[in-house]
């Protein structure tokens, strides 16, 4: 088992910054790619921004040039820095894993609202 654990979300203006992070534990030894998916009210989860362990990123277009997400190896920690925030980012930020074989493991969930 893999357990994620963020932490960061919160409460900002338009045009405001936010930085979520999120630590892996357990058995974290064979995870080959972590990220972030975002989840708004009434709206089906989607991908915000992926790192796999050969570092190269992919981000959704709604938030590309925005959103920088990134990974200490050695701290088994992914970060999701959020710059230029808009209210339409507003949604729960869930972590994921996912481990060699397909195994898909997710955080509880980090509220981020955006107010205009």
């Known amino acids: 088992q893999v357990q994620l654990v963020e932490s960061g979300g919160g409460l900002v203006q338009t045009g405001g910054s936010l930085r979520l992070s999120c630590a892996a534990s357990g058995m974290i030894f064979n995870i080959n790619a972590m990220g972030w998916y975002r989840q708004a009210p009434g709206k089906e989860r989607e991908l915000v921004a992926s790192?796999?362990?050969?570092?190269?990123?992919t981000y959704s277009g709604a938030v590309k040039g925005r959103f920088t997400i990134s990974r200490d190896y050695a701290r088994n920690t992914v970060y999701l820095q959020m710059n230029s925030l808009k209210p339409e980012d507003t949604a729960v930020y869930f972590c994921h894993a996912r481990r060699v074989g397909g195994l898909d493991y997710w955080g509880q969930g980090t509220q981020v609202t955006v107010s205009s």
């Open positions: 790192i796999p362990n050969d570092g190269i990123t």
